[in-house]
Protein backbone atom coordinates (compact mmCIF):
# COMPACT_ATOMS: atom_id res chain seq x y z
CA UNK A 1 0.00 0.00 0.00
CA UNK A 2 0.88 3.54 -0.30
CA UNK A 3 0.23 7.10 1.86
CA UNK A 4 0.47 10.15 -0.09
CA UNK A 5 0.46 13.66 1.60
CA UNK A 6 0.52 16.80 0.31
CA UNK A 7 -0.24 20.08 1.88
CA UNK A 8 1.16 23.26 2.45
CA UNK A 9 4.03 23.68 5.13
CA UNK A 10 3.65 26.09 8.28
CA UNK A 11 4.24 26.40 11.93
CA UNK A 12 1.58 24.10 12.20
CA UNK A 13 0.44 21.58 9.09
CA UNK A 14 -2.34 21.17 7.82
CA UNK A 15 -2.58 18.60 4.91
CA UNK A 16 -5.53 19.49 2.64
CA UNK A 17 -5.29 16.59 0.09
CA UNK A 18 -4.66 12.82 1.58
CA UNK A 19 -4.40 9.89 -0.72
CA UNK A 20 -4.75 6.87 0.63
CA UNK A 21 -4.69 3.25 -1.20
CA UNK A 22 -3.98 0.87 0.83
CA UNK A 23 -5.77 -2.81 2.17
CA UNK A 24 -4.50 -2.27 5.61
CA UNK A 25 -7.11 -2.81 8.61
CA UNK A 26 -8.57 0.58 9.37
CA UNK A 27 -6.91 0.76 13.04
CA UNK A 28 -3.36 0.28 11.24
CA UNK A 29 -4.03 3.17 8.89
CA UNK A 30 -5.84 5.60 11.45
CA UNK A 31 -2.25 4.66 13.80
CA UNK A 32 -0.24 5.51 10.92
CA UNK A 33 -1.51 8.55 10.05
CA UNK A 34 -1.83 9.78 13.82
CA UNK A 35 2.15 8.68 14.30
CA UNK A 36 3.11 10.49 11.21
CA UNK A 37 1.42 13.85 13.10
CA UNK A 38 2.87 12.85 16.85
CA UNK A 39 6.34 12.48 14.77
CA UNK A 40 6.87 15.07 12.54
CA UNK A 41 4.13 18.37 13.09
CA UNK A 42 2.72 19.52 16.29
CA UNK A 43 -0.83 19.98 14.67
CA UNK A 44 -1.83 18.03 11.39
CA UNK A 45 -5.46 18.50 9.98
CA UNK A 46 -6.73 16.59 7.43
CA UNK A 47 -9.50 17.71 5.63
CA UNK A 48 -9.78 16.00 2.50
CA UNK A 49 -11.64 12.61 0.52
CA UNK A 50 -9.49 9.52 1.14
CA UNK A 51 -9.60 6.84 -2.29
CA UNK A 52 -10.08 3.76 -0.20
CA UNK A 53 -13.83 3.40 0.76
CA UNK A 54 -13.88 1.77 3.95
CA UNK A 55 -11.61 4.00 5.72
CA UNK A 56 -12.58 5.59 8.85
CA UNK A 57 -14.47 8.90 8.22
CA UNK A 58 -10.84 11.32 8.29
CA UNK A 59 -12.60 14.42 6.91
CA UNK A 60 -12.82 17.15 9.15
CA UNK A 61 -10.28 15.63 11.44
CA UNK A 62 -7.35 17.31 13.44
CA UNK A 63 -4.53 15.39 15.15
CA UNK A 64 -2.65 17.26 18.16
CA UNK A 65 0.45 16.03 20.54
CA UNK A 66 0.71 17.78 23.73
CA UNK A 67 2.73 21.18 24.56
CA UNK A 68 2.01 24.34 25.54
CA UNK A 69 -1.34 26.09 24.42
CA UNK A 70 -1.27 23.32 21.43
CA UNK A 71 -5.09 22.74 22.50
CA UNK A 72 -5.78 26.21 21.92
CA UNK A 73 -4.60 26.46 18.80
CA UNK A 74 -5.98 23.91 17.28
CA UNK A 75 -9.02 24.95 18.10
CA UNK A 76 -8.52 28.03 16.53
CA UNK A 77 -7.47 26.04 13.06
CA UNK A 78 -10.14 23.83 13.73
CA UNK A 79 -12.75 27.14 13.84
CA UNK A 80 -11.10 28.73 11.14
CA UNK A 81 -10.79 25.38 8.86
CA UNK A 82 -14.13 23.89 9.44
CA UNK A 83 -12.62 20.86 11.26
CA UNK A 84 -15.35 19.28 14.16
CA UNK A 85 -12.83 16.57 15.59
CA UNK A 86 -9.96 17.07 17.72
CA UNK A 87 -7.99 14.02 18.64
CA UNK A 88 -5.83 14.58 21.54
CA UNK A 89 -2.37 12.29 21.74
CA UNK A 90 -1.58 11.46 25.58
CA UNK A 91 0.32 14.02 27.25
CA UNK A 92 0.10 17.30 29.52
CA UNK A 93 -1.70 20.06 27.24
CA UNK A 94 -0.53 23.39 29.05
CA UNK A 95 -3.07 25.78 29.00
CA UNK A 96 -0.97 27.57 32.10
CA UNK A 97 -4.80 27.40 33.70
CA UNK A 98 -6.62 29.47 31.32
CA UNK A 99 -9.85 28.33 29.66
CA UNK A 100 -9.82 27.30 26.15
CA UNK A 101 -12.94 28.81 24.46
CA UNK A 102 -14.96 27.13 21.90
CA UNK A 103 -17.35 28.85 19.57
CA UNK A 104 -19.10 25.96 17.39
CA UNK A 105 -20.17 22.31 17.18
CA UNK A 106 -16.82 20.30 17.75
CA UNK A 107 -15.18 16.99 19.36
CA UNK A 108 -12.22 17.06 21.50
CA UNK A 109 -11.03 13.52 22.15
CA UNK A 110 -8.52 12.47 23.94
CA UNK A 111 -6.48 9.05 23.89
CA UNK A 112 -6.66 8.11 27.66
CA UNK A 113 -8.54 9.86 30.64
CA UNK A 114 -5.64 8.89 32.94
CA UNK A 115 -2.92 10.08 30.43
CA UNK A 116 -4.10 13.16 28.29
CA UNK A 117 -4.14 16.16 30.73
CA UNK A 118 -5.35 19.76 29.87
CA UNK A 119 -3.73 22.18 32.53
CA UNK A 120 -6.66 24.78 32.31
CA UNK A 121 -10.32 24.33 31.21
CA UNK A 122 -12.79 24.42 28.76
CA UNK A 123 -15.17 27.86 27.84
CA UNK A 124 -18.59 27.12 25.59
CA UNK A 125 -19.84 29.81 23.88
CA UNK A 126 -21.37 28.78 20.92
CA UNK A 127 -24.81 29.08 19.62
CA UNK A 128 -27.85 27.32 20.94
CA UNK A 129 -27.94 24.42 18.40
CA UNK A 130 -24.03 24.34 18.79
CA UNK A 131 -23.09 20.56 21.10
CA UNK A 132 -19.61 20.25 21.90
CA UNK A 133 -18.56 16.93 23.19
CA UNK A 134 -15.61 16.01 24.95
CA UNK A 135 -14.21 12.24 25.99
CA UNK A 136 -11.38 10.32 27.25
CA UNK A 137 -9.34 13.32 29.02
CA UNK A 138 -8.71 15.25 32.33
CA UNK A 139 -8.84 19.01 32.65
CA UNK A 140 -7.14 20.46 35.74
CA UNK A 141 -5.74 23.25 37.72
CA UNK A 142 -8.41 25.65 35.69
CA UNK A 143 -7.80 29.38 36.98
CA UNK A 144 -11.91 29.31 36.45
CA UNK A 145 -14.26 27.32 36.20
CA UNK A 146 -13.17 23.33 34.85
CA UNK A 147 -15.81 23.43 32.22
CA UNK A 148 -18.20 26.43 31.65
CA UNK A 149 -21.25 26.32 29.23
CA UNK A 150 -23.39 29.91 28.13
CA UNK A 151 -25.68 28.64 25.85
CA UNK A 152 -24.35 25.24 23.65
CA UNK A 153 -24.98 21.48 25.11
CA UNK A 154 -21.53 20.26 26.17
CA UNK A 155 -21.53 16.04 26.25
CA UNK A 156 -18.53 14.88 28.93
CA UNK A 157 -17.76 11.25 28.55
CA UNK A 158 -14.71 9.41 30.73
CA UNK A 159 -13.48 13.13 31.84
CA UNK A 160 -12.19 14.08 35.08
CA UNK A 161 -11.90 17.70 36.32
CA UNK A 162 -9.69 18.18 38.97
CA UNK A 163 -8.47 21.61 40.94
CA UNK A 164 -10.01 24.06 39.69
CA UNK A 165 -10.29 27.70 41.13
CA UNK A 166 -13.86 27.60 40.92
CA UNK A 167 -16.62 24.98 40.29
CA UNK A 168 -15.37 21.99 38.27
CA UNK A 169 -18.54 22.08 35.68
CA UNK A 170 -20.87 25.53 35.64
Known sequence: GSLSIKGEAADNVIIHNLTIDTPQTHEKIGREIFDLAYQQHSILAINSES???ELPDLTNAMYVKPGTNSLSK???LAEKNGITEIFLAEGVYNEEGLQVTINFSLSIIGESREHCVVIGGLKINGKKE???HVSNLTLRN???CGVRTQISSIHLH???VEN???DGVC
Open 158 to 160: NVS
Open 74 to 76: AVG
Open 142 to 144: SMG
Open 164 to 166: SNY
Open 51 to 53: TYQ
Open 130 to 132: DEV
